[in-house]
Nanobody, 125 residues
Framework: QVQLVVSGGGLVQAGGSLRLSCSPSGRTFSSHIMGWFRQAQGKEREFVAAIRWSGGSTYYADSVDGRFTISGDGAWNTVHLQMNNLKPEDTAVYYC??????????????????WGQGTQVTVSS
């Protein structure tokens, strides 16, 4: 069974930074794309960022573009999310996810095969 372990969440003041990490445990697997999603209380889960290992292209939601940076190592299926200039509206549970097969859209949750357990990020004003 593939498991993705997420770490690095916490409480930070507005304007601060946090770095999230996601790495696999359990059965090994190959991924083509890894991404981050988030779900704020009372809202639907939404796309945050993704990275395509082939070519290294990165993709961001408009709301985080310029503030968040996704990076990682495809050989190890490890992905990070550096979050700078955090805002209270970034408060959410953050999830990492992996696509075992390239299915097209990086922002569509249904294209992802494996999910991490989520980590809480709280940004105080």
């Amino acid at each position: 069974q593939v498991q993705l372990v997420v770490s690095g969440g916490g409480l930070v003041q507005a304007g601060g930074s946090l770095r999230l990490s996601c790495s696999p445990s359990g059965r090994t697997f190959s991924s083509h794309i890894m991404g981050w999603f988030r779900q704020a209380q009372g809202k639907e889960r939404e796309f945050v960022a993704a990275i395509r290992w082939s070519g290294g292209s990165t993709y961001y939601a408009d709301s985080v573009d310029g503030r968040f940076t996704i990076s990682g190592d495809g050989a190890w299926n490890t992905v990070h999310l550096q979050m700078n200039n955090l805002k209270p509206e970034d408060t959410a549970v953050y999830y990492c996810a992996a696509q075992a097969y390239s299915r097209g859209s990086n922002s569509y949750q249904g294209n992802y095969d494996y999910w991490g357990q989520g980590t809480q990020v709280t940004v105080s004003s």
